[in-house]
């Protein structure tokens, strides 16, 4: 049995969508940082010429894309504008269809793969010998880690995460970040890794910090492609299956 859609009538919608973007700009022309707080929601009618079911609708729209966060009991604030709603999005796009499951997985290790060797210089150049210890740490609890298993699965996103923090670049650190986070959610839908799959991941994380720590950028993006080779022959057999 089909359950009824009851539609949107389309004033209401656009009414939405401008008091949305009223919100937006009013963040931006005052400079509210993450964290700061919103007027009341007398307030904000007021200043935006909005009533409050118009105002409570686009709240919801933007809390859902972290741009505010509503705290009950407190008060609305600007969110931590984060990319959750891109890695809802992405990960929803590469689960909608079976067909597309592999082009999708593809397109984030390329993605992924994209910005460690794109970047290789410029990363062995930043990690200080803190980093380098961070790194290590990461790596031995990858090697010890049962196969697949949540504490590697965690180990390996601080890897990536503390290869990306010397760059200094907020932006670069959270699209790494949204895509593993995808990349974990996707991957599994394409089958299990084997054990010998995952040792040879491991293996390569060892040979990104060794290059790393011997400043070798040749020897380092040879160790992210060596990384990224067993999910794409994952891809390609399944895609081939």
Request: charged fraction near 25%.
């Amino acid at each position: 049995m089909r359950t009824e859609i009851k539609s949107v009538r389309p004033e209401r919608t656009l009414l939405r969508q401008t008091v949305t973007d009223r919100i937006k700009t009013y963040i931006i022309d005052n400079r509210l940082a993450p964290g700061a707080p919103l007027p009341t929601e007398a307030e904000l009618c007021e200043a935006l010429n909005a009533s409050r079911s118009s105002l409570r609708e686009a709240i919801k729209t933007l809390a859902a894309l972290d741009i505010v966060e509503v705290r009950h009991g407190s008060g609305t604030f600007v969110g931590r504008l984060s990319l959750s709603a891109l890695v809802e999005s992405l990960t929803f796009r590469g689960l909608l269809s079976p067909d597309d499951d592999c082009r999708a997985l593809l397109d984030l290790v390329e993605v992924r793969q994209l910005f460690e060797q794109g970047m290789a210089t410029r990363i062995i150049e930043r990690l200080d010998e803190e980093h380098l210890v961070e790194l290590e740490l990461a790596v031995v609890q990858l090697e010890r880690s049962p196969s697949g298993g949540a504490a590697q699965v965690q180990a390996d996103r601080t890897f990536h995460r503390l290869l990306m923090q010397p760059l200094g670049n907020q932006l670069v650190s959270q699209l790494t970040g949204a895509f593993w986070d995808v990349h974990a959610i996707v991957a599994p839908y394409l089958g299990m890794s084997s054990p010998e799959e995952d040792a040879e991941a491991v293996a390569a994380h060892r040979a990104m910090l060794e290059a790393a720590r011997g400043r070798d950028v040749d020897a380092f993006t040879a160790a992210v492609a060596q990384h990224y080779a067993p999910v794409r022959r994952r891809i390609a057999a399944t895609a081939g299956a």
